[in-house]
């Protein structure tokens, strides 16, 4: 047995029942055989060993009383997987099915993602099985000011810095940094997605949608390919979904389809953004009211038919294993030729096989979506430095990081001999530069 299948049962002996952590552990331990081979000091100082193991997990209760009097008790976690390159950062999810190993899997892929932007972040992650949807504003504030109350005392400018994911956006975040100067007594940068009046970034709410498309643009152009004229689908509409349209709309593509958890909108004209936004961002209802501004686009329960869908480019962007081995199978039969991956994990093992051996371009979830960490980062160094970036400097950062990061996936797989893998490339590239940050550092 090989020291990577020993780590894996290891890992699913000592995690049982966390079917989402073994899948992310199992697909960067695959592509790291190559690596080990050469790096025998990474075998020996048992990197492996110790990359997935989180170097603390925290869990703890988050009582809160309802708009009707009742007390509710929800359960908080804060993953702080590895800070071998810098603090924890990593965002909350506020989502009825997290779970401890789904925390896990996200913070681990947040180990390999954040390395990947070059910038100083280890990696970590954290949320809540708190369900947002239908609940009062006063409701979610005392349940974010709850949460904070135990997680302030773990948490720190220097060490570990929280931003939003599913269900955790500006509202979320203010309460919760509300909460906690008001406890700590510190105007810090302790999260990051701040509004704009108090420590926030400008091109923050963008960045994971645009960098996307900026990765995604990256990775077909050196195919001799462009978004002009291509017919895209963004599953979910949330905020990676929302500016991913933005950005495809201003590259010359049209969003035909887009989905929330009950169902998607096809729209052939190309879905109107500003309906979308309004729906979402601002009434908070659900994207079946769609159709009711635009008679001409059609609305269907159940979200997984989004893939059904013809288009040229599929971009994942609502949640893990949203497309399985058949809906990817459906895509390339209907001509897809691109995936870009904004949600993490978004697409089963057996999907991304399917669409690696019809030769389909696929942009990995830790490459593909790092923009919204990146730029997570830039607004740290921003409260570090107590100053503000304009729109255009930190759009301009975020371009040229995520260019890098393409460059740097493709060359590692290169050089392993995986070329045009980016999968492989994305984790191997991630992986060295922790790996080696670990091997300096000594038996931590
Ligand atoms: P939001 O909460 O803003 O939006 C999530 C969207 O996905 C909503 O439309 C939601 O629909 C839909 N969705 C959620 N769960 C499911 C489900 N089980 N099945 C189908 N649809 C679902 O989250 P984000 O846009 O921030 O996050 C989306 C993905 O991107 C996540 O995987 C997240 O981890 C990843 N990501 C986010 C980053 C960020 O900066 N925000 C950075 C990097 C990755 P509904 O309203 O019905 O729940």
């Not at 997605?193 to 050196?222: N, Q």
């Amino acid at each position: 047995m090989s020291l990577t299948e020993q780590v894996m049962e290891q890992v699913m002996k000592r995690n049982p029942n966390e079917p989402e952590f073994h899948q992310a552990v199992k697909e960067v331990l695959e592509s790291l055989e190559p690596v080990l081979e050469r790096h025998p000091e990474y075998v020996k100082a048992g990197i492996l060993e110790r990359i997935v193991e989180p170097e603390r997990v925290i869990m703890f209760r988050v009582p809160w009383v309802d708009d009707n009097g009742k007390v509710q008790v929800n359960r908080g976690f804060r993953v702080q997987f590895n800070s071998a390159i810098g603090p924890y950062k990593g965002g909350l999810r506020f989502h009825p099915s997290v779970n401890l190993g789904i925390i896990k899997f996200l913070g681990f892929e947040q180990i390999f993602k954040n390395s990947l932007t070059g910038l100083p972040i280890g990696g970590g992650k954290g949320g809540s099985d708190f369900d947002p949807k239908g609940k009062s504003d006063g409701e979610i504030m005392r349940f974010c000011q709850s949460f904070m109350t135990e997680l302030y005392r773990h948490v720190g400018a220097d060490v570990d810095v929280p931003a939003g994911d599913i269900g955790v956006g500006a509202r979320e975040i203010g309460y919760m940094y509300g909460q906690y100067k008001r406890i700590t007594g510190l105007y810090e940068g302790v999260l990051t997605g701040k509004g704009l009046t108090y420590g926030g970034s400008l091109a923050r709410t963008e960045a994971t949608g645009y960098g996307l498309c900026y990765f995604v643009d990256e990775m077909i152009k050196a195919k001799g390919k462009s978004f002009k004229g291509a017919r895209v689908i963004s599953s979910g509409s949330g905020n990676v979904s929302i500016y991913a349209t933005q950005k495809v709309y201003q590259l010359g593509g049209k969003v035909v389809a887009m989905s929330d958890s009950n169902g998607y909108i096809y729209d052939p004209e190309g879905v109107n953004l500003d309906t979308i936004r309004r729906i979402k961002e601002v009434e908070r209802k659900r994207i079946s009211e769609y159709v009711k501004y635009h008679p001409h686009a059609t609305y269907t329960e159940g979200c997984s038919g989004i893939w059904t869908v013809k288009c040229d480019i599929a971009l994942p962007n609502a949640t893990q294993n949203e497309i399985n081995k058949e809906s990817a199978e459906i895509l390339v039969k209907n001509g897809c030729w691109a995936v870009g991956e904004g949600a993490n994990m978004p697409s089963t093992p057996e999907a991304i096989e399917v669409f690696q051996k019809n030769g389909v371009l696929f942009a990995p979830a830790k490459a593909a979506n790092a923009g919204g960490v990146a730029t997570s980062a830039l607004e740290m160094t921003q409260n570090s430095m107590r100053l503000s970036w304009t729109f255009e400097e930190v759009d301009a950062k975020l371009k040229e990081i995520m260019v890098n990061i393409y460059k740097n996936a493709s060359e590692a797989a290169k050089e392993y001999g995986y070329e045009g893998n980016l999968v492989v490339g994305a984790n191997i590239a991630g992986f060295k530069k922790v790996a080696n940050a670990m091997l300096a550092q000594g038996i931590v």
